[in-house]
């Protein structure tokens, strides 16, 4: 696929999705500045650096690696919507709008994991990881 990361579906849904969860977590209680609003804008961004330092990586191998840690961080941010609702901080149908485009991600996610390994497993080699 010619482009950069950026050019990638999965890298504009993620885009999407932290923007998503910064403007979410600027309307959290200032009392979580150092603990849940810290944690929320980290693993938000390490959704998309991911995305981006994989692409950039020199095989699909790593790529998929990335890919992975930025699985996991979204994973983590549901995490992080599960504790708004508990502790009330927003309604239920507030976050599962942001948990729906959390699970768009990984759906894309899983896409692109599935593609890189099938270009593995063909035996197709890549020197760039930018397929």
Partial sequence: MPGGFEDLELYQQARKFRQRVYKLS??????????????????????????AEG????SWRHNISYLYRSRGSVNELLDDLNLCEDEGYFETEHLDNLRGDAEATIRLLNGYVG??????SDGVSSGT???
């Fill in 26 to 51: 600027r309307l959290l209680p200032q009392e979580e500045k150092f603990n849940l609003i810290s944690q929320m804008r980290r693993a938000a961004l390490s959704v998309t650096n991911n995305i």
């Fill in 55 to 58: 692409h950039g990586s020199r």
């Fill in 115 to 120: 593609y890189l390994r099938r270009k593995l």
């Fill in 129 to 131: 990881g930018k397929s």
